[in-house]
């Protein structure tokens, strides 16, 4: 709805742009030179000489799966909360429901995760033409916003953007740093690194896509859980209505 | 003070109240509980366990600690505490209070871990494992925590804000950990479990456990102090840093600090290099070849009451027929010899060149504290030449317990046993066993002599807390190895199976025999001039002892009298000698260690024995079912890989024909046949055949049968 209302107006597509960027700056300060930064060390690290084609394929599995959703837990955990802390989120919410600005810029920080997925896909591309596919961009993705939701559903339920990130860690680091383990236990469908691993240990690859539905559906549903949090804090709040 | 200490009260009080701090605490109850197996508690040490869970909690608790402390560290530098900075006692104990007042936030939340901890030690291992338990925890995970959080506090101090604090921070651990996990280097949080022991705890990796240790408590310091320099320059304080006689000695400490910590870290990194440098298996056949040049070789060694070789002697008598340019040395690279002029480039050269005549004995005197080699009792794969060397250093000793084998690099020609040994041991070593001939007790220290050459366990020293007999069997123990029903299951198998075994194969009866359990050693010695057995503190197979039903009928037979049969054949087979290809296989299920080609019909041949021994100890197998799976298996390869044990398929097909052999004698004979085959086996390489014609010779006798029945 809003994106053909925008493209027929340039003005609005300024403005689209202008508040993209605001709402990447509110989430995380220097959030563009983050993202170039991981970019160039990114880079520094698949280009190493020493690594055959599967250990480099790993390490961009790696960098690509396992790093960005950290990334983007870590960016959209303050996207909301940094003016709850700032103690500027009555000013927002007199104007629009905290629900609403919290999926405006839970969508931005991921889609800047995207953006930045596809720019190291290109850059991969263009080094190592025989490596990668594009389809790999959007493997990531379910990961990303899965910890995304999870660190944002904990942060609300706790009002305390410590929460979050001590649920994202530990959902993250149980993945990555035991990974053998919650393999074996719960097997590959709702591991949430299985591209890194059917690299790594390889050989769970016909549950790829069961895996990525599944990890869709559980960040549905925690996206679901946020909405509510939220819409209990605003109807706590009533500044909603005002 | 006391104002001080009451401003960590309140600051604990502010810090704990925060909900997040609730979550920390039932996330750290969540790793303890993922971190083991309670299934699998009881097979497990109190060293061991202890150490999982502070590594477990270590690993993760350092990322939680780098969440939760930035917050706490900057919530006086927002906006709105111009009061707090301006008063002179704020400024000035600041970064003491924050980092005190954390470190007891962070105990806290650990408190229900540590009291499920306690629980679960005293409930498994008896009251008095609980604060040994806790006591490893507490010494394994303090620095941890304490590093990361001065860490923390100097990325807070450095950086302004809140959020790109937390970000370096937590990139920088998970740059670390995705880099480098493995965390037994310098830079680490946690040293490895898998080399703990009951009975000497960290054992030859104490040194670095101390080290790693004290080195993250130094660096933590070192950390702080740096933080609360930098806080007295960076944060909004009223009253600056001043030249008192007081911030002057710091400055002097922070610098013999840092110098300390470097030379800790350079020191670690000389141990560590040692310890987990490779042999040159060369260098030992080289020797093995040379041993038979040898007239006489005396080997004379005292030890002090830390473990530590004080002085050591070396006589070397080679006979006349010795016509070799050079024989290579192997003693221990912890160990500082003497160079006489017939040593050059660690190689004991030959009189042609040193003009020493052959005739003459060449001595070799050395001392200092033995590094046992990681390869020499690691479980993780090796080569197989180095696998064969077993307990290479053939010797551990520290304050506690000696263990000192025939052969080993504590002498300076490792592969030949001394013709006569010599060991001055301080009386403050409880001493189990030793095979001397000779013991003269002095005040301080005792005389241990052999005189003859000796291969297999000298002397073993040490607080074994369970002293017991069991079936006329004396039986030494490590306290807290394993829970108390296991540890009388595992005794009570061991002294059957060898009582039926000593029968079995017509070995002379002796007034009492030893079952020591052994730390670092990866095989059973059975030592049978005296009726001794030297089994493995980390059973392979401990994990049997659980009893897990199996339906599979192979693996209900491969129960666990099978492989305590098992153990104790090889090490009667091997007596002396290193057989990893043998115990790798045939116990610790290993598919690396192929077996080699002399082995080839005795793996077998021991493989089949021990289930008729497990058979004769009243165990329901089903020998028919078992041959049959084997037979079936030969040449099947989707069937091979269901066998219990991974064989090469000459092997596999040798099962049932050797199985059909055994069938056909009876309980004396085929102990015989076992008995006699051993003999062969030490002159030539035993076949099948060998063993067919063995097995008609003696049941063409077969009085023995008639002689005395079944047992």
């Known amino acids: 709805m809003i994106i053909p209302r925008v493209l027929e107006n340039p003005r609005k597509l300024t403005q689209l742009v202008a508040l993209v960027k605001y709402d990447l700056q509110s989430s995380f300060p220097g959030v563009f030179w983050v993202l170039v930064g991981y970019l160039a060390l990114s880079y520094s690290l698949i280009t190493e000489g020493s690594l055959d084609t599967v250990e480099?394929?790993?390490?961009?599995?790696?960098?690509?799966?396992?790093?960005?959703?950290?990334l983007a837990g870590f960016f959209s955990n303050s996207a909301l909360m940094g003016d709850v802390v700032a103690g500027s989120i009555i000013f927002s919410a007199t104007r629009q429901s905290m629900t609403k600005l919290w999926v405006r810029r839970l969508i931005t920080v991921n889609a800047a995760i995207l953006v930045e997925l596809i720019v190291f896909h290109l850059i991969i591309r263009l080094t190592y033409p025989g490596i990668g596919q594009f389809s790999e961009v959007f493997i990531s993705t379910p990961s990303c916003l899965l910890v995304s939701c999870l660190i944002s559903l904990f942060t609300l339920l706790f009002m305390d953007m410590n929460a979050g990130y001590l649920a994202g860690l530990f959902f993250w680091s149980a993945n990555f740093i035991g990974s053998k383990a919650i393999l074996s236990i719960f097997g590959p469908k709702p591991y949430i690194f299985l591209w890194w691993a059917s690299l790594k240990y390889p050989p769970q690859l016909e549950q790829f896509w069961v895996n990525k539905a599944l990890m869709l559906v559980f960040t549905s549903l925690l996206f679901i859980l946020c909405i509510l949090v939220l819409n209990v804090k605003d109807k706590t709040l009533n500044l909603s209505k005002m | 003070m006391r104002i001080f200490l009451k401003i960590i009260w309140y600051e604990w009080k502010i810090q704990c109240s925060q909900r997040s701090n609730w979550l920390l605490c039932c996330f750290y109850l969540a790793i303890f509980w993922l971190n083991f197996s309670i299934h699998e508690l009881p097979i497990h040490t109190v060293v061991d366990f202890s150490t999982k869970t502070a590594q477990g909690l270590g690993l993760f608790g350092s990322l939680f600690t780098a969440v939760i402390s930035v917050y706490h560290f900057r919530r006086e530098v927002q906006p709105g505490f111009a009061y707090f900075w301006g008063r002179l006692l704020s400024s000035t104990y600041y970064p003491w209070v924050k980092l005190t007042a954390s470190i007891l936030v962070q105990f806290t939340a650990?408190?229900?871990?540590?009291?499920?901890?306690?629980?679960?030690?005293?409930?498994?291992?008896?009251?008095?494992?609980?604060?040994?338990?806790?006591s490893i925890f507490m010494w394994l995970i303090t620095p941890t925590i304490f590093f990361t959080l001065s860490i923390s506090f100097l990325i807070s101090i450095l950086v302004r804000k809140s959020i790109h604090a937390l970000f370096i921070l937590i990139t920088g651990f998970i740059s670390y950990f995705s880099l480098q996990l493995d965390i037994s280097q310098p830079l680490s949080f946690a040293p490895y479990s898998i080399y703990t022991s009951a009975l000497i705890g960290f054992g030859p990796d104490a040194s670095f456990v101390f080290l790693n240790r004290i080195l993250y408590l130094c660096l933590g310091l070192l950390v702080c102090l740096m933080g609360s320099f930098l806080a007295n320059v960076l944060l909004p304080v009223c009253y600056r840093f001043k030249f008192s006689r007081l911030n002057v000695s710091l400055i002097i400490f922070s610098f013999a600090l840092a110098i300390g910590s470097i030379l800790m870290a350079i020191q670690y990194q000389e141990i560590s290099h040692l310890a987990n440098s490779l042999p040159d298996p060369l260098r030992h056949a080289q020797q093995r070849v040379v041993c038979q040049d040898i007239e006489t070789y005396t080997a004379e060694i005292t030890l002090d009451a830390t473990g530590r070789i004080s002085a050591g002697n070396a006589i070397i008598r080679f006979n006349n027929k010795q016509a070799r340019d050079s024989i290579p040395l192997t003693l221990n690279a912890g160990l500082k010899r003497m160079e006489p002029q017939y040593i050059e480039n660690g190689q004991l050269i030959s009189d042609k060149k040193s003009g020493y005549s052959s005739a003459q004995e060449m001595q070799i005197q050395y001392s200092g504290r033995m590094i046992i080699p990681r390869y020499s009792y690691s479980y993780y794969h090796q080569e197989p030449s180095i696998k064969a060397l077993g307990l290479e250093p053939g010797f551990f000793a520290n304050a506690n317990f000696a263990l000192i084998l025939g052969k080993g690099t504590w002498h300076p020609i490792s592969e030949c046993a001394p013709n006569s040994i010599m060991i001055t041991i301080p009386n403050s070593f409880p001493v189990v066993y030793t095979s001397a001939d000779t013991i003269t007790s002095g005040i301080d220290s005792s005389i241990y002599t052999w005189e003859h050459r000796e291969d297999g366990v000298l002397l073993v020293a040490g607080n074994y807390s369970q002293y017991k007999e069991n079936n006329g069997w004396m039986v030494f123990l490590p306290d807290?190895?394993?829970?108390?029903?296991?540890?009388e299951k595992l005794v009570n198998l061991y002294s059957s199976v060898l009582d039926v075994g000593s029968s079995f194969l017509s070995i002379a009866p002796f007034n009492q025999g030893k079952i020591v359990m052994v730390p670092l050693i990866q095989q059973s010695y059975w030592q049978t001039t005296d009726q001794s057995i030297f089994i493995p503190e980390r059973l392979v197979f401990a994990s049997k002892l659980?009893?897990?039903s199996n339906e599979n009928l192979i693996e209900q037979s491969l129960n666990i009298t099978t492989l305590v049969a098992q153990d104790v054949l090889i090490?009667?087979?091997?007596?002396?000698?290193n057989c990893p290809?043998?115990?790798?296989?045939?116990?610790?299920?290993?598919?690396?260690?192929?077996?080699?080609?002399?082995?080839?019909?005795?793996?077998?041949?021991?493989?089949y024995s021990a289930l008729r021994l497990s058979r004769e100890m009243g165990q329901q197998i089903d020998m028919d079912a078992v041959l049959r799976f084997f037979s079936d298996a030969a040449g099947n390869p989707l069937q091979m890989v269901m066998l219990p044990i991974i064989l090469p398929e000459e092997s596999i097909e040798l099962v049932p024909r050797i199985g059909r052999i055994g069938e056909d004698l009876c309980y004396h004979e085929f102990g015989r046949l076992l008995s006699e085959s051993r003999e062969l086996s030490r002159k030539d390489t035993i076949s099948f055949i060998g063993i067919k014609q063995l097995a008609n010779t003696i049941s063409s006798n077969d009085f023995l049968c008639t002689q005395s029945g079944e047992p």
């Open chain 1, 56 to 70: 480099r394929q790993t390490r961009i599995a790696f960098l690509m799966e396992v790093v960005s959703p950290i």
């Open chain 2, 110 to 134: 650990l408190l229900p871990t540590l009291a499920c901890f306690s629980g679960l030690l005293w409930l498994t291992f008896g009251a008095e494992a609980a604060p040994i338990g806790l």
């Open chain 2, 480 to 487: 807290q190895l394993m829970s108390t029903d296991k540890e």
């Open chain 2, 546 to 548: 659980l009893g897990t």
């Open chain 2, 571 to 577: 090490a009667w087979w091997c007596e002396d000698r």
């Open chain 2, 581 to 607: 290809d043998l115990y790798g296989t045939l116990i610790a299920g290993q598919s690396e260690y192929s077996i080699n080609p002399e082995n080839y019909s005795s793996a077998p041949f021991l493989f």
